[in-house]
């Protein structure tokens, strides 16, 4: 295993929400604050952007070849990266001060993804969102989880049985059973004690979970028990989430943001929302796919 390096100073807000595409052998990420998709091929260095009509949170790839499924600030819809087309889904939560957040696949292509509350005039949180389930036929399912004031680490277990989340602010990651039910939450591990929060999770094909933890300059591997593994410092403070990516996917990429920090802190963080590359020790799994067609709304 070792050390972070920075492999592109991309300037990100606030990076996150990033997967790997077997079939680019790329890297897609997104700059929410910028409303702006990031792709980045590890093999030529060849960096591209999309700017969208507003934020992007979250998103998964398509089975349809060429596609993405985009979890917006304010709704789903499909993405055609070569022309642009945009295919709206489903609003979500409108009417309610949120916007989309954390997402990804299940192993059975149906995209889970919650939301986060805005709050106005620099108030407190509060657990206004929820978590939802996107099927193949584009029906959205609220998941019975209860509020949540900021959704993330979304990540399933190699065999699809096990679904990680959680509230970041209760710096506690969570688990239940999944399939087409789920199952009653139970702490999978905590944060107590320490000043950051459990952001973006990834899962590796051993079934540990690795988790960026924002404001700690850190990557934690937890075993599938809750245990702690291992921990890898980064040199930035606000670490988003990570991907095992490349050809063996053996390397874990992780996103970061500069979102907030004072004009000190970016001086002393000049790598603050880069792309970092670990070398892990461990391989990851391939991303699932979203298994609906854009077809379907035409």
Request: with cysteine; proline share 6%; charged share 20%.
């Amino acid at each position: 295993m070792s050390a972070a390096e920075a492999v592109l100073q991309a300037g990100n807000v606030l990076g996150e929400g990033i997967v790997w595409c077997e079939r680019s052998q790329a890297l897609y990420w997104t700059d929410i604050h910028a409303a702006t998709l990031w792709r980045h091929r590890p093999a030529d260095g060849d960096t591209r952007t999309w700017t969208l009509p507003e934020r992007l949170a979250s998103f998964a790839l398509c089975e349809a070849e060429g596609w993405l499924l985009l979890g917006l600030a304010s709704q789903l819809a499909f993405f055609q990266l070569d022309s642009g087309e945009l295919r709206p889904i489903a609003s979500v939560e409108a009417g309610l001060p949120t916007r989309l957040n954390d997402g990804a696949c299940d192993r059975q292509g149906r995209f889970v993804f919650g939301t986060l509350h805005e709050p106005r005039d620099g108030a407190p949180r509060q657990a206004l969102g929820g978590f939802y389930r996107l099927h193949a036929d584009l029906r959205l399912e609220r998941l019975p989880l209860g509020g949540v004031a900021i959704s993330n680490s979304l990540a399933f277990s190699p065999d699809g049985a096990t679904m990680y989340y959680c509230d970041s602010p209760t710096r506690r990651i969570q688990c239940c059973d999944y399939g087409d039910t789920l199952g009653p939450p139970r702490v999978f591990a905590t944060l107590d004690g320490e000043d950051g929060e459990p952001d973006g999770s990834a899962v590796d094909a051993q079934g540990g979970l690795w988790n960026a933890q924002w404001g700690l300059s850190r990557v934690v591997r937890y075993f599938p028990d809750g245990r702690l593994d291992r921990i890898i410092d980064l040199p930035a403070s606000q670490p988003t989430r990570p991907a095992f990516g490349g050809a063996a996917l053996d390397q874990l990429y992780v996103t970061s943001a500069r979102d907030g920090l004072s004009a000190a802190a970016r001086a002393r963080e000049a790598s603050a929302g880069a792309l970092f590359r670990i070398a892990a020790g461990v391989v990851g799994l391939p991303e699932p796919c979203f298994a609906g067609s854009p077809e379907a709304v035409g």
